[in-house]
């Protein structure tokens, strides 16, 4: 059985940094995509970074560039989303969410689907006050 668990979320002021985690469990491949999500209230569920455990190859939604790195721990099955320079409107309830690889289609291309990842974490919130 497959468990995603975050942790990490909190608030700060914008400006500030904080850094999610999220610990994979009972997956059988270690090639896969890992994604982080957002969602704010009233809003969408949509794609914040993305990470092709194979390779470590990483992907980020335009609004995130340069301010948030996902990242893969040593130990492989832990996985991290650094976010700094927050902005009030990254305030959200983020989760941690994996999938098998797409056949056929760029992982460029395939990170930020929401429908397509099958396991999810529970969420962590993160807040942003000015």
């Known amino acids: 059985q497959v468990q995603l668990v975050e942790s990490g979320g909190g608030s700060v002021q914008a400006g500030g940094s904080l850094r999610l985690s999220c610990v994979v469990s009972?997956?059988?491949?270690?090639?896969?995509?890992v994604g982080w999500f957002r969602q704010a209230p009233g809003k969408e569920r949509e794609g914040v970074a993305g990470?092709?455990?194979?390779?470590?190859?990483?992907y980020y939604a335009d609004s995130v560039v340069g301010r948030f790195t996902i990242s893969q721990a040593a130990a492989r099955n832990t996985f991290y989303l650094q976010m700094n320079s927050l902005k009030e409107e990254d305030t959200a309830m983020y989760y941690c969410?994996?999938?098998?690889?797409?056949?056929?289609?760029?992982?460029?291309?395939?990170?930020?689907?929401?429908?397509?990842?099958?396991?999810w974490g529970q969420g962590t919130q993160v807040s942003v006050s000015s």
């Open positions: 990470l092709y455990t194979g390779r470590g190859i990483s």
């Open positions: 969410a994996a999938r098998p690889l797409p056949l056929g289609v760029p992982y460029g291309a395939a990170w930020s689907s929401v429908a397509d990842y099958v396991y």
């Open positions: 009972g997956y059988s491949s270690s090639n896969y995509l």
